[in-house]
């Protein structure tokens, strides 16, 4: 089947070579033109696992293209995905200005009927909007047909999510679209049904709530290792505690310096604003994002405790800028947060990640921030470490790593990545989050 995707982004570059690795033929729009040639010499645009591998299948294949082309685009298919960037205001309103450029751009060219998939998270009612743009300004009068397929991706294991899929969401109100849907996903939808359809606004609905929940269970863990640190208790047996229950699991319930990326605190607020805007006040979800704004500068506050708030030149040695391992995002990352109050106070940033990197972010001050090419190098001289991240090549450090080369070997673990007892006889002062405090 021809299928056309615009955005190159993390969800529609993934969508369209998974599309393809099945054996669609697939055509990926995007404005840049940059990236688009760096596509299609088989260059990934994005940091993620397999894709590299995928491209490169896909482009041997032929059964993958980018262009730049709203024309060769839409001339390729009826089937239109969406997927371009929808971040948010300050209000925490969704803008919608890249996704209302794109419709503009389809009604310009299209001189057929379409099927217009929302891949984008919207606002719920989005697709409204979308028709109306289309079919309004279209030069031929075209007729569209809107559909949400909200995705449910992880960064760092995206592509595996895709084609071994939990559940696929199909939010259409035309009872024709069905078995179109059921062929396009025929491959990652053998061994059970997985296709849920229902209508639009449910469809829509349900990616925000998904996340919102997601977002409230890691909140959740969180209290409850703020409240086990002032009472004495130990979050880790806590957490499996209650984890066991069956009606809970173990899923998102690792305490840590908050959540960020590029869903859980957009997708929070956007939900929030259209709550709001009819009326109706989200207080459930209100303090979710609060409790996570106070959580992302958690060990900051631990530190300039311990310091007695003075971090005048102090080295502090901060490892981990991406939102979660396995990624070169940062987007909401509580690393952000937490280097920008540092840096505030007066302090000197030695920072390290394996692929992600905040030099521009904090280009002002690059006298007192740097990053190092390894997590040893970062550490060089440091008063003091902080773990935002908690990638893989932290967990097997040997503690006297820290003691011969920290000026002082103080460790505040936003992620719980060392055990505690370990750390303790090793004479390294450590703070974890959820346990006995250590000031």
């Known amino acids: 089947m021809n299928i056309t995707i615009i955005g190159t982004g993390y969800v529609g570059l993934v969508t369209g070579l998974c599309f393809a690795s099945v054996g669609h033929d697939v055509v990926c729009l995007d404005n840049d033109k940059k990236k688009v040639k760096l596509l299609n010499a088989g260059k990934p645009t994005i940091y993620e696992n397999n894709v590299s591998e995928y ?26 995905f969406i997927a371009v960037d929808t971040p948010p205001k300050k209000s925490g309103e969704s803008d919608l200005t890249s996704l209302k450029k ?48 909200p995705e449910f991706l992880r960064e760092g294991c995206a592509i595996n999510d895709f084609i071994k899929p939990d559940r696929i969401i199909i939010g259409t109100d035309d009872l024709s679209l ?3 849907f059921k062929e396009i996903y025929a491959p990652f939808n053998r061994k059970m049904d997985k296709i849920q359809f229902m209508d639009i606004k449910s469809a829509e609905l349900t990616k925000y709530a998904s996340n919102a929940m997601l977002a409230t269970k890691i909140s959740f863990i969180n209290e409850i290792a703020n409240i086990a640190e002032v009472i004495g208790a130990n979050i880790d047996f806590v957490r499996k505690g209650i984890g066991a229950d069956s009606r809970i699991g173990h899923e998102f319930l690792y305490p840590g310096c908050g959540y960020g990326g590029s869903c859980f605190p957009k997708d929070l607020k ?11 006040k989200p207080e459930l979800l209100q303090s979710v994002e609060d409790l996570n704004k106070r959580q992302k500068i958690l060990p900051y506050i631990k530190i300039r405790k311990y310091y007695k708030n003075d971090l005048k030149n102090k080295k502090i040695a901060v490892w981990g800028l991406s939102f979660k391992p396995n ?29 992600a990197s905040l030099l521009s972010l904090f280009n002002r001050y690059k006298k007192r921030y740097r990053e190092s090419k390894t997590s040893l ?39 719980n990545i060392y055990n505690d007892k370990i750390m303790s006889n090793a004479e390294i002062i450590y703070f974890p989050i959820g346990k006995k405090l250590s000031l």
């Open 55 to 80: 491209l490169e299948k896909n482009l041997k294949r032929k059964r993958i293209q980018f262009t730049s082309s709203y024309i060769k685009a839409i001339n390729h298919s009826n089937i239109v």
């Open 102 to 149: 794109v419709c503009k751009s389809v009604s310009k060219v299209s001189q057929k009927d379409l099927i217009i998939i929302e891949k984008s998270t919207v606002p719920v009612g989005t697709h409204i909007i979308i028709k109306n743009i289309i079919e309004k300004e279209s030069n031929y009068k075209i007729k569209v047909k809107i559909v949400s397929n």
């Open 178 to 180: 069905h078995d179109i």
């Open 270 to 280: 956007s939900l929030i604003h259209t709550s709001k805007k009819k009326s109706y």
């Open 327 to 355: 990624t070169d995002d940062t987007r909401f990352a509580p690393s952000i947060d937490i280097i920008e109050k540092l840096l505030s106070s007066g302090a000197f940033v030695s920072a390290y990640d394996p692929v």
């Open 377 to 415: 190098s970062a550490i060089h001289k440091a008063d003091a470490l902080i773990i935002c991240t908690e990638w893989k090549e932290f967990w097997s450090i040997h503690p006297n790593e820290f003691k011969t080369r920290m000026i002082s070997p103080v460790i505040f673990d936003g992620r």
